[in-house]
T-cell receptor
Framework: SAVISQKPSRDICQRGTSLTIQCQVD?????MFWYRQQPGQSLTLIAT?????????ESGFVIDKFPISRPNLTFSTLTVSNMSPEDSSIYLC??????????FGPGTRLTVL | GESVGLHLPTLSVQEGDNSIINCAYS??????FIWYKQESGKGPQFIID?????DKRQGQRVTVLLNKTVKHLSLQIAATQPGDSAVYFC????????????FGTGTKLQVIP
């Protein structure tokens, strides 16, 4: 198993600003992912964070809006850029050695005013 | 203020009874089907998975059934306990080179003491 921590746990931000969310894993993992989850709804995959190369984004998500870094096997960041109220959501990091059994962080609850 | 999400389907079960949570999936080419549990304020937690060439798999107190004919997946929880109260998501993993996991809509399980 892997323990995933995220910082910050929550934040309230102003429209037009950017927020960087950090994800730390307690062991080396092959895969890291970033998801978005509206309260009471399902998870939507934003992108796969690839070590040392550009992330793989899902349809509807672009690098300019959600730049992702993964400098090593245990750490990744997601930036939500030029935020609007529509970006208010819970952002979740997950990691694992297989696609099936992903270990999730506690999430970052973002509110954009 | 915070947006209100969609109301999840809710299943209420008496403590000690068995729970059955159902899920319909859409992609007949999915290779694996997975169940996750999400407690309030936490990230999802892997429960069990089943490969597409199987129709049943058992874990500790849980059984997953797969009916590919009607594209239906179910999670059975034996002797439901208050700690089982959570939102349960089914997910499917694609086959081939890009095996991303797509989460379905969740079901909220409420255990009545």
């Amino acid at each position: 198993s892997a323990v995933i921590s995220q910082k910050p746990s929550r934040d309230i931000c102003q429209r037009g600003t950017s927020l960087t969310i950090q994800c730390q894993v307690d062991s080396q993992v092959t895969m890291m992912f970033w998801y978005r989850q509206q309260p009471g709804q399902s998870l939507t995959l934003i992108a796969t964070a690839n070590q040392g190369s550009e992330a793989t984004y899902e349809s509807g998500f672009v690098i300019d809006k959600f730049p992702i870094s993964r400098p090593n096997l245990t750490f990744s960041t997601l930036t939500v850029s030029n935020m609007s109220p529509e970006d208010s959501s819970i952002y979740l990091c997950s990691a694992g050695v297989s696609y099936n059994e992903q270990f999730f962080g506690p999430g970052t609850r973002l509110t954009v005013l | 203020g915070e947006s209100v999400g969609l109301h999840l389907p809710t299943l209420s079960v008496q403590e000690g009874d068995n729970s059955i949570i159902n899920c319909a999936y859409s992609n007949s080419a999915s290779d694996y089907f997975i169940w996750y549990k999400q407690e309030s304020g936490k990230g999802p937690q892997f429960i069990i998975d089943i490969r597409s060439n199987m129709d049943k798999r058992q874990g500790q107190r849980v059984t997953v059934l797969l009916n590919k004919t009607v594209k239906h997946l179910s999670l059975q929880i034996a002797a439901t306990q208050p700690g089982d109260s959570a939102v349960y998501f089914c997910a499917e993993r694609g086959s081939g080179g890009y095996q991303k996991v797509t989460f379905g809509t969740g079901t909220k399980l409420q255990v009545i003491p």
